[in-house]
């Protein structure tokens, strides 16, 4: 991939963009294995599958931009301490919609006289403009601004935006008003008639709000979804639970005939789109039944023959890891953003052998990575045996 920003230093981001895109997938699949062997000390390692390749670029679907310059003026990139607002609005990384609408953004943050919040002078407006398109090609757009001071203003002006951009379903103002590098703050208001984005993955379709967590790679997040769908048939549980399960991806896929899946959440909004993609695709609450909830305090309560856990960067940490081992459920399906927490975590289960596992590439150019793995209770004969 070619890159001009990263060619004259201005955007770094893409840390491996130099590396031939066969070596950075042979690299995940290398550093990942040997991570995950090292924490299972004597256990037999897993089948390793061949990994999953993306696009190398045009395949991020959600573009993060922070705002600068001035509000006639705007610039929708990123922030650098030595050279200011820096503009990315033709950064190869995203859709051709998402670089499409952009352009129309920045126009759109002149029309409306949103001044770009200033962070050396702390003063402005507009911090973050996040834009997130679905498979049908369908925009939501955040603007993050520091107060509702121009809320009448991007009123306003929205049937304007809504015409240049006739893909636009979901509008909202994020309140953020802390001098802090923080992306969004906790305050939505949603300026639409539409308050999810529809995204289209394999012929199921999940509702993502404002909030919610999703993937940035939708057709690797689909090839993922696929293989748990895949690797749970083989095991054909008769009770699934999906813990940190957000808008419901992996509970709706594996979803099946004298099967019960619950999906557990802490996010209630996450929830409620989880049941509306229930509803979508057909399925009764009996089927697919989601709680809004602590993670570690339901394992307490009930148990599954399968566990499906994706859990943020930090991994599942001592506490449940350690629960997860004492409930001790037949199976543990664990997708990971990040193999030295995955590895923290699978040193504990110290009673699961690892059986199959896939690195899925979600972010090419850079080292980050999406890893699969099935885990197994170790029999009893086999402890006995030791």
Request: charged letters at 25%; a negative charge; hydrophobic letters at 40%.
């Amino acid at each position: 991939m070619e890159c001009a920003h990263y060619d004259r230093y201005e955007c770094r981001s893409c840390t491996w963009l130099e590396r031939p895109y066969d070596d950075q997938l042979a690299a995940k699949q290398d550093s990942t294995r040997a991570l995950l062997s090292a924490a299972l000390g004597e256990r037999p390692e897993p089948e390793w599958l061949p990994p999953v390749a993306s696009a190398p670029e045009g395949f991020r679907t959600k573009a993060k931009m922070v705002a600068g310059g001035t509000a006639d003026a705007p610039t929708l990139g990123l922030w650098d301490p030595g050279r200011g607002a820096v503009d990315l609005r033709d950064c190869a990384l995203h859709t051709p919609g998402i670089r499409a609408a952009l352009p129309v953004l920045a126009d759109f943050v002149s029309r409306a006289g949103l001044p770009p919040y200033d962070v050396p002078a702390r003063r402005g407006e507009l911090k973050h403009v996040l834009v997130t398109e679905s498979p049908a090609g369908e925009l939501m757009v955040r603007w993050v601004l520091r107060s509702t001071e121009a809320e009448a203003r991007i009123r306003k002006h929205l049937p304007w935006l809504r015409e240049q951009l006739p893909l636009l379903r979901v509008v909202t103002l994020n309140i953020q008003p802390a001098h802090a590098a923080v992306l969004e703050g906790d305050r939505e208001v949603v300026l639409t008639e539409q308050a999810t984005l529809p995204m289209q993955v394999n012929g199921l379709t999940l509702h993502l709000g404002p909030r919610s967590f999703f993937q940035t790679n939708t057709d690797v997040a689909a090839a993922l979804y696929r293989t748990a769908q895949a690797w749970a048939d083989e095991l054909a549980p008769r009770t699934v639970h999906d813990l940190y399960c957000g808008v419901g991806g992996f509970a709706l896929h594996l979803a099946g005939p004298d099967r019960t899946v619950t999906g557990i959440e802490i996010s209630a909004d996450a929830v409620a789109a989880a049941e509306r993609g229930r509803s979508d695709a057909g399925l009764s609450a009996e089927q697919v039944r989601f709680v809004a909830g602590d993670a570690t305090s339901y394992l307490l309560e009930e148990t599954a023959e399968l566990l499906v856990v994706n859990p943020p960067r930090r991994g599942l940490g001592a506490d449940l890891a350690g629960r997860i081992e004492d409930v001790g459920p037949a199976a543990v399906l664990y997708s990971s953003c990040n193999p030295q927490t995955l590895a923290r975590d699978v040193a504990v289960l110290r009673s699961y052998l690892p059986v199959r596992a896939q690195v899925l590439d979600m972010f090419p150019q850079t080292a980050h990575l999406e890893v699969l793995l099935l885990l197994v209770v170790e029999p009893v004969e086999t402890q006995r045996s030791e």
